[in-house]
């Protein structure tokens, strides 16, 4: 028997981080809210897992920025009463992120000012260029706190006058800005050597992507979660939970409901119908219009548009236990190995379907960010990850539909195969920086692009939603609020963009919609909405991971 829940003002699909601070942010606004994931832990990209009782690690939180006490995240955070509740961690403030070109190595500064010099300091051929990139980069970050999105026509003269270099330059290809600046290869690359945070190319990545990003690195540092990316969603659940709202686990999402052009409530796979006036989506961009709502309740050009839309490169993950202890081995710091200054050529063969000969390697030790955290590493021990970007398409698997259409993938062939070449690739990537790794792994396993789509659902299996491009880019992502009365979005896709910060602002832009008022302002003004008393997270016994969990209930 199909059984009908009626309790609900709001219901969330999908528990990233996106969604999760949409919700604690309508709970404690009031609002009974439910969150309902498919998976068996909450936080989407930014869950972690756990092998031989020994290890842990991070899905999508490896650094992050603006984590000062007025920072970004932790605003956001504060604003739902978890004040103090996530302490962040420093990366080496001389470093957070090092730079590996063949025969030069650099390392990346907190401050632009230290950034500016280390950059002329080694290339000082390109001194102009780079102050003059530098300067746009910089102005168009600073200017960009200035801008209301989208412009709105009537506000073009206000913004001419009071943010000139985001006009002139915000949605302009990062290319443009090097081209313009004249500078050689090898500048080039180390300017946008950390591209892979939002998986684009210069000729493709909008200068404001960039220069936000960086800019939200360089100016407080980078930073990691004590405790394991886990504490993020963790803390949100908690505060939804005390906040009179639920979040279930296990509970995947079949349909969002819509009738005479207003959202109703969703099915979920099992089959119960739960009703509510306001569902969001966090779930995949493109699953949510076209398979769980349906075409024939949008607009034509709104179809178009989902349609057409690119997805992000792909990534592939290793992660390895080592028997070795890299806590003071190893610098605090995010290696980026490359074995070409060509990084156009790296993308470009993405595109063309071929894994790049010449692999970007991104190595990150969890343990060495929070050497305390004996549930990331016990001491002796090491917990690290590996990256790489690689082309979209089941074909270069071995697969044809994916498993999101449930197709199966564990014992192909191809599919092994190539996930074998790939894993052996990084770990001589990660040779180059951690000498003799291989005689120490003691647990290995590797995330495809495939696992990505089986656990996320992600349309050809991204991390980043939405591909970052000029023409994907600000008001051409679609905003909270769609065209069906009750049914808002929030997550990578959406115009607030991918990266924990990104998603966090969009959860906060997401409830705003929702209630009407502008939050992000309310709490940059001091608002509490949460109420820390009722939080029970945090302390030496609370596990971040269980508290994660729940169980949907079960099915009459
Ligand atoms: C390998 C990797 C490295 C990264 N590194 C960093 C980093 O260092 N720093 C940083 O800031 N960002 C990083 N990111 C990006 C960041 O993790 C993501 O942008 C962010 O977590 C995405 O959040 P989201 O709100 O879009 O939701 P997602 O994380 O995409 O979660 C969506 C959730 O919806 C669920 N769902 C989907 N369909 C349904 C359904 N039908 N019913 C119910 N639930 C459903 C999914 O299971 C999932 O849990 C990384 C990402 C990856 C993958």
Redesign the pocket.
């Known amino acids: 028997m199909t059984t009908t829940e009626r309790d609900w003002d709001a219901i969330v699909?999908?528990?990233?981080?996106?969604?999760l601070t949409t919700a604690a942010y309508l709970a404690t606004n009031g609002l009974r809210t439910l969150v309902?994931?498919?998976?068996y832990v909450?936080?989407?990209?930014?869950?972690v897992f756990r092998r031989q009782q020994k290890f842990e690690f991070d899905?999508?939180?490896?650094?992050?920025g603006d984590c000062g006490p007025d920072g970004g995240i932790p605003t956001i955070l504060r604003g739902v009463g978890l004040e103090g509740k996530i302490e962040f961690l420093e990366m080496d403030p001389d470093g957070f992120d090092t730079l590996m070109f063949p025969g030069l190595t650099f390392k990346v500064p907190k401050g632009w000012d230290r950034y500016r010099e280390r950059l002329v300091e080694a290339l000082p051929d390109d001194e102009t260029g780079i102050h003059r990139c530098l300067d746009v980069l910089q102005g168009v970050a600073a200017e960009f706190g200035k801008v209301q999105m989208p412009v709105a026509p009537e506000d073009v003269p206000r913004m001419m006058e009071e943010a000139p270099t985001f006009m002139k330059w915000g949605m302009r290809s990062l290319a443009e800005l090097f081209d313009d600046c004249h500078l050689g290869q090898k500048a080039r690359a180390i300017l946008a050597a950390e591209s892979g945070?939002y998986a684009a190319p210069p000729s493709r990545a909008p200068i404001l992507m960039h220069a936000v990003l960086i800019d939200h690195y360089l100016k407080d540092g980078g930073y990691y979660p004590k405790g394991g990316g886990q504490v993020l969603p963790a803390h949100l659940v908690d505060v939804i939970r005390s906040h009179g709202g639920e979040v279930r686990t296990r509970?995947?999402?079949?349909r969002i409901v819509v009738e005479d052009g207003r959202v109703t409530g969703v099915v979920t796979q099992k089959g119960e119908a739960i009703e509510a006036p306001i569902v969001v989506s966090?779930?995949?961009l493109k699953?949510t219009f076209l398979e769980?709502i349906g075409e024939e309740h949008f607009s034509a050009q709104t179809i178009a548009s989902v349609k057409k839309y690119r997805m992000a490169l792909p990534?592939f993950?290793v992660y390895l236990g080592l028997d070795m202890d890299l806590r003071d081995k190893i610098p605090n710091t995010n290696f980026w190995v490359y074995s070409t200054y060509d990084i156009e050529g790296l993308y470009q063969d993405c595109y063309e379907g071929r894994i790049p000969d010449e692999l970007l390697v991104l190595i990150t030790a969890a343990s060495v960010k929070d050497p305390e955290t004996e549930a990331i590493a016990p001491k002796g021990c090491s917990s690290i990850e590996i990256?790489t970007l690689v082309p979209a398409g089941y074909e270069m698997w071995g697969l044809e539909k994916g498993p999101a259409a449930g197709e199966k993938y564990h014992k192909n062939e191809k599919y092994q195969a190539v996930k074998q070449r790939l894993t052996d690739a990084l770990i001589d990537g990660a040779e180059q920086v951690i000498p003799g790794l291989k005689e120490h792994i003691v647990w290995k396993e590797a995330a495809t692009p495939i696992s990505?789509e089986h656990?996320?659902?992600?349309t050809g299996g991204t991390?980043?939603?939405l591909e970052i491009a000029t023409d994907q880019f600000g008001p051409s992502r679609p905003p909270p609020k769609t065209e069906i009365e009750g049914l808002y979005l929030?997550?990578?896709?959406t115009v607030y963009a991918?990266?924990?910060?990104?998603?966090m602002s969009g959860g906060v832009g997401c409830a705003s919609e929702i209630l009407g008022r502008n939050l992000a302002r309310e709490v940059r003004e001091g608002r509490v909405y949460g109420d820390p008393s009722k939080l029970t997270g945090g302390g030496p016994d609370w596990d971040p991971w269980e508290a994660s969990r729940g169980v949907a209930p079960a099915k009459d």
């Open positions: 699909v999908g528990s990233g981080m996106g969604g309902l994931e498919k998976h909450a936080g989407g990209n930014a869950h899905v999508g939180v490896h650094y992050l945070d509970a995947g999402v079949e966090n779930a995949d699953r769980m990534l993950c990256m990505q656990f996320t659902f992600s991390s980043y939603g929030a997550g990578a896709s991918h990266g924990i910060g990104g998603v």
